[in-house]
């Protein structure tokens, strides 16, 4: 199992980024993928969600209106499209797999994104 993250960068406040999470090794069109980040000296913090099944996407909080996520099984690919980013959105993200029972059982590398005029 293979999880890669790309697509981080920096970006101005107020800017967009697009982060992709390619996967290999596994039917990637039977599993929910998780995208978390950890901020520089914190600990990890959820991001968002997409079903396997029925593609039903869940947000954080903070993340609801600015941060998109979709997937296209045909590539084994999510992606995490966001916006209208903001200096407390510095972090590293990192996209994992959702088993059958909810826990992240593989993690990508991470990538950073810095969000900084």
């Known amino acids: 199992v293979q999880l890669v993250e790309s697509g981080g960068g920096l970006v101005q406040p107020g800017g967009s980024l697009r982060l992709s999470c390619a996967a290999s090794?596994?039917?990637?069109?039977?599993?929910?993928i998780t995208w978390v980040r950890q901020a520089p000296g914190k600990g990890l913090e959820w991001v968002s969600d997409?079903?396997?099944?029925?593609?039903?996407?869940y947000y954080a909080n903070p993340m609801k209106g600015r941060f998109t996520i979709s997937r296209d099984n045909a590539k084994n690919t999510v992606y995490l499209q966001m916006n209208v980013l903001k200096p407390e959105d510095t972090a590293v993200y990192y996209c994992a797999k959702r088993s059958r029972d909810g826990a992240l059982d593989a993690w990508g590398q991470g990538t950073l994104v810095t969000v900084s005029s």
């Open positions: 997409i079903d396997w099944n029925d593609g039903y996407t």
């Open positions: 090794g596994f039917t990637f069109d039977g599993y929910g």
